[in-house]
């Protein structure tokens, strides 16, 4: 079985900067795309930043340039460097992959449990 595994969310005042990461364990061939996604109160899950293996991003317009997601492809892990942090930006961030877990299956998308991020003005 496949997990994904957040860590790093926590509480901090507008301004600041929070780190999350998200390991992916278990029976993984290959993972083509990690991505970060969060979710309000009373919102839809919405999309924070993505990253394939070849290391290309997409970002949320709201928040490029205040957020920077890497991964390191050894490690199965994706990580989210978020600066610059707004109260709207409060939300249970989830992490998830694109994966293989076989030669010769067909990819499929996993989650993580989320982390709590929230911001204060």
């Known amino acids: 079985q496949v997990r994904l595994v957040e860590s790093g969310g926590g509480s901090v005042q507008a301004g600041g900067s929070l780190a999350l990461s998200c390991d992916a364990s278990?029976?993984?061939?290959?993972?083509?795309?990690m991505g970060w996604y969060r979710q309000a109160p009373g919102n839809q899950r919405e999309l924070v930043a993505t990253?394939?293996?070849?290391?290309?991003?997409n970002y949320a317009d709201s928040v490029k340039g205040r957020f920077t997601i890497s991964r390191d492809n050894a490690k199965n892990t994706v990580y989210l460097q978020m600066n610059s942090l707004k109260p709207e930006d409060t939300a249970v961030y989830y992490c998830?992959?694109?994966?293989?877990?076989?030669?010769?299956?067909?990819?499929?998308?996993?989650w993580g449990q989320g982390t709590q991020v929230t911001v204060s003005s």
């Open positions: 990253i394939r293996t070849s290391g290309s991003t």
């Open positions: 998830n992959a694109d994966l293989k877990e076989e030669r010769g299956t067909d990819p499929y998308i996993y």
């Open positions: 278990g029976r993984i061939f290959s993972i083509y795309e």
